[in-house]
């Protein structure tokens, strides 16, 4: 089933194409970043993590990019494959009002790869 | 697979009743986080146990309550239960806390009637 909001914004990029998914954090305090996958119907698929002491993290076929000065994460998906297709989220542990830490989410972004 | 076990996968219940949501973490993993999703929300934290015990709390109404247990396994309770409970609710284990990469199951589906 749906499993994400009804407005989310789509990107929707060629098979082979590289993708870059754009994430505005809100917390300046915020040291960890995680970017998660979102299938239809499934549960968060981690992808990728950076901590703040780091600009740049590098996987298998995927880039994150922090950039701390303007609270900005992104997530680069190099020749974009059907198979990529799914809701991505960034999110950032951030302070509750208990003053424990928590991850928090992001709205996502709906990436669609057009054969 | 993620590691993450939770029951059950879908639920269908009437305004008023309670409900029970189960989770095993990971093998090893010692935190255990709830998350709500709904359509209008997005992915809500809703509370964290550490070793058996509450470490952070979102935004969880009081009608709602958790527990981890000493085999680490970790219930959600949902009572009183509205139409607006109506939503997939995720559990996540990592080995430690935040800093440790945080995986999640597949979700508990839930319909109130």
């Known amino acids: 089933g749906e499993s994400v909001g009804l407005h989310l914004p789509t990107l929707s990029v060629q098979e082979g194409d590289n993708s870059i998914i754009n994430c505005a954090y809100s917390?300046?305090?915020?040291?960890?970043f995680i970017w998660y996958k979102q299938e239809s119907g499934k549960g968060p698929q981690f992808i990728i993590d950076i901590r703040s002491n780091m600009d740049k993290r590098q996987g298998q076929r995927v880039t994150v990019l922090l950039n701390k000065t303007v609270k900005h994460l992104s997530l680069q998906i190099a020749a974009t494959q059907p198979g990529d297709s799914a809701v991505y989220f960034c999110a950032e542990n951030s302070h509750m009002d208990t003053g424990r830490r928590a991850l928090t989410f992001g709205s996502g972004t709906r990436l669609q790869v057009q054969p | 697979d993620s590691g993450v076990t939770q029951t059950p996968k879908h639920l269908i219940t009437a305004t008023g009743q309670r409900v029970t949501l189960r989770c095993s973490p990971r093998?090893?993993?010692?935190?255990v986080y709830w998350y709500q999703q709904s359509l209008d929300q997005g992915l809500q934290f809703l509370i964290q146990y550490y070793n058996g015990e509450e470490r952070a709390k979102g935004n969880i109404l009081e009608r709602f309550s958790a527990q981890q247990f000493p085999d680490l396994h970790s219930e959600l309770n949902l009572s009183s239960l509205e139409l607006g409970d109506s939503a997939l609710y995720f559990c996540a284990s990592s080995a430690v806390g935040l800093g440790n990469t945080i995986y999640f199951g597949e979700g508990s589906w839930l319909t109130v009637v």
């Open positions: 917390n300046s305090a915020s040291d960890y």
């Open positions: 093998s090893g993993d010692l935190s």
